[in-house]
Nanobody, 126 residues
Framework: QVQLVESGGGLVQAGGSLSLSCKASGRTFSTYGMSWFRQAPGKEREFVAGITWNGDNTNYADSVKGRFTISRDNAKNTVDLQMNSLKPEDTAVYYC???????????????????WGQGTQVTVSS
């Protein structure tokens, strides 16, 4: 069983930055493909960014390209999301998701991720 715990959410003004972190349990974190999703009030959950098991490939939603950066540290079992130039429309609950795979493809589809964290709130004020 994989357990994921997010941290780092909060309130920030538009144009500011936040860094989210997700810590995973398990000894085989280096075989997990990791992604971040978000869900705004009244909207469906959407893909934000993902990274392959070895960190070689990343994938970003068009809405966050150039502003968000995903990274991972397999020694610490963590995956981070650095969010810069935040906009009010980035306000959402952010979820960390994992799947056990060594493919070099980052899937943006939530149904392929069996493991999810509890979410962390990010609020961007205008």
């Amino acid at each position: 069983q994989v357990q994921l715990v997010e941290s780092g959410g909060g309130l920030v003004q538009a144009g500011g930055s936040l860094s989210l972190s997700c810590k995973a349990s398990g000894r085989t974190f280096s075989t997990y493909g990791m992604s971040w999703f978000r869900q705004a009030p009244g909207k469906e959950r959407e893909f934000v960014a993902g990274i392959t098991w070895n960190g070689d490939n990343t994938n970003y939603a068009d809405s966050v390209k150039g502003r968000f950066t995903i990274s991972r540290d397999n020694a610490k079992n963590t995956v981070d999301l650095q969010m810069n130039s935040l906009k009010p429309e980035d306000t959402a609950v952010y979820y960390c998701a994992a799947r056990i795979t060594t493919t070099n493809y980052v899937s943006p589809f939530e149904y392929v991720y069996p493991y999810w964290g509890q979410g962390t709130q990010v609020t961007v004020s205008s």
